[in-house]
């Protein structure tokens, strides 16, 4: 715990004011989940499965890394074009004002480490990098329960068009 603290929160606070500004307005609780086990460090990844005997590899299947959640989420070569992509749309977003970084890619924004002040797009930023991470996650356990290599821009649109097809009728 203490390297995840050094490494990616320098004081990690997991208070109500925390959770409330990564735990965006638009996301489901199933999306909101993902962030609060990426944050506790219990989110299934191949070395967590594979610890508990329930997966037959620690390794990463793109690029047999060990995958930790680190891994899954900032290194992998395969979650690259994801990345890039998202933060096309925040440079978009945000007229080239945020670049994102591992802490940011993790846990979200909140109000103390960014320069976003507008509670909208904060909120709008917060919820395009939970489905981002939803995205990865699902890719992962995909390929983990079906051996299906789904691509995490793939899923992270399909995301995104369901909800504005729901909740806008889009």
Request: net charge positive; hydrophobic share 35%; glycine share 2%.
């Amino acid at each position: 715990m203490n390297h995840w603290r050094q490494i990616l929160r320098q004081d990690p606070q997991f208070n109500t004011t925390f959770w409330k500004t990564i735990y965006p307005k638009l996301a489901t609780n199933k999306q909101g989940d993902v962030n609060w086990k990426i944050a506790h460090r219990i989110l299934p990844t191949a070395l967590s499965l594979h610890r508990a005997t329930v997966y037959n590899t620690p390794h990463c299947p793109h690029c047999q890394t060990i995958e930790n959640i680190e891994h899954l989420f900032i290194h992998c070569q395969f979650t690259q074009p994801l990345w890039t992509n998202i933060q096309n749309y925040i440079n978009k977003m945000t007229h080239n004002t945020l670049r994102l970084t591992d802490n940011i890619k993790l846990f979200g924004l909140t109000r103390h480490n960014t320069i976003i002040h507008d509670t909208d797009t904060l909120n709008l930023l917060n919820w395009t990098l939970t489905i981002a991470r939803c995205a990865l996650h699902k890719s992962a356990v995909e390929y983990r329960t079906k051996q299906i290599h789904t691509s995490p821009d793939d899923l992270f649109l399909a995301s995104v068009r369901t909800h504005l097809k729901f909740q806008h009728k889009y």
